[in-house]
């Protein structure tokens, strides 16, 4: 049993809470205000960023203590919204807020994942007709090692999670929140993968 807090008690955050939970991780979920991310990053093993990615990175460089030694997962996506409120632009063209956070938190292992797709494929990746890819993106090989597990543990297939390398990587998994408002305008929020296909 890892001890996980989740940041951000959203759509995206309550629902790994409870799949996380489900698994037999204690989990733990902050909310917004009143030093609530601060107590969870500072009482867990693992963090997950599940905080709208356009605020994230002056929200976590506040819980730099919180966060040091710690591996933090970051499912976010880091974008300005489109007029109907759909992801529009990059925050970070040319970079990453993967690599932001690595950057402003040098004492804690960033692990990027479970970006490309609908949050509900984030913990029920079996639902899909075709199997979908989940992307790692981070320095510390141990810290995405047991990032792995967890992905297993929300039901992931070893096969279907593919380590792309250093957190540079995470560029590229960034840049494909671009064609996610598109399919969302044609088919709604069904569930979808960004996915290699082989």
């Known amino acids: 049993m890892t001890t996980i807090g989740i940041l951000g008690a959203g759509r995206v955050g309550t629902n790994l809470a409870r799949a996380l939970a489900a698994s037999g991780h204690q989990v733990t979920l902050g909310r917004r205000g009143n030093g609530d991310h601060a107590t969870v990053a500072g009482g867990a093993d693992i963090v997950i960023n599940a905080t709208p ?8 460089t506040a819980l730099r203590a919180e966060l040091a030694g710690k591996i933090l997962v970051d499912v976010s996506n880091a974008t300005h919204d489109a007029a109907d409120g759909l992801p529009g632009d990059l925050c970070y063209p040319g970079g990453s807020l993967a690599e932001q956070l690595q950057d402003a938190l040098p004492g804690t292992q960033v692990v990027k994942t479970l970006n490309t797709m609908l949050f509900t494929v984030m913990t029920d990746p079996g639902a899909l007709r075709t199997p ?23 039901g992931w297939d070893p096969g279907w999670i593919e380590d792309l390398g250093d957190i540079t990587t995470a560029r590229a998994t960034e840049a494909m929140v671009l064609v996610v408002p598109h399919v969302l305008r044609r088919n709604g929020f069904t569930p979808f993968a960004v996915s290699i296909a082989r």
Do not use: H
């Open 53 to 60: 990615g356009d605020t994230t990175l002056e929200r976590l």
């Open 132 to 154: 979908p890819t989940a992307y790692l993106s981070g320095n510390d090989e141990q810290a995405k090692k047991t990032v792995a597990g967890l992905l297993g543990d929300l």
